[in-house]
C-alpha cells in the first residue's frame, strides 16, 4: 500500500491550498484517514482526521480555516486549506488505516507535502 501526497508549496499569509492524497496497492478498505504536520524544530502533530463515515476532527490551531474530505471511489484524501498562517508552515504528512486484500490491517504514511506560508 502506497500513499502519494501533492499540493504543497509556498503560498502568502492568508493565501490557500488544497493538498491530495491518493492511496494505491492491494486495498480492501480504507478506515480513518489523516493529515499530520511537522514544523521545523517540532514533533508531528495531527491537523486532521476523517474516518469512514466521514466523522471529522480537528487540530484547535486549524478549526474554522481547514477542512478535511475524501473520495471513497478514488482512495483520496483531500484537506483544504484557507486563511494560511505562517505558523502552518511544514511538511505534511497524510496517513491511512488501511485492510489490504490479505486481510492485514496496516497503518501507511504519505511522503509528505511541504506547505510553506510567507511573504
Known amino acids: 500500500v502506497q500513499l502519494q501526497a501533492s499540493g504543497g508549496g509556498l503560498v502568502q499569509p492568508g493565501g490557500s491550498l488544497r493538498l491530495s492524497c491518493a492511496a494505491s496497492?492491494?486495498?480492501?478498505?480504507?478506515?480513518?484517514m489523516g493529515w499530520y504536520r511537522q514544523a521545523p524544530g517540532k514533533q508531528r502533530e495531527l491537523v486532521a482526521t476523517i474516518t469512514s463515515r466521514e466523522s471529522t476532527q480537528y487540530a484547535d490551531s486549524v478549526k474554522g480555516r481547514f477542512t478535511i474530505s475524501r473520495d471513497n471511489s478514488e482512495k483520496t484524501v483531500y484537506l483544504q486549506m484557507y486563511s494560511l498562517k505562517p505558523e502552518d508552515t511544514g511538511v505534511y504528512y497524510c496517513?491511512?488505516?488501511?485492510?489490504?486484500?490479505?486481510?492485514?490491517?496496516?497503518?501507511?504514511w504519505g511522503q509528505g507535502t511541504l506547505v510553506t506560508v510567507s511573504s
Open positions: 496517513n491511512a488505516d488501511v485492510l489490504d486484500r490479505s486481510w492485514r490491517r496496516l497503518n501507511s
Open positions: 496497492g492491494s486495498i480492501f478498505s480504507i478506515d480513518d
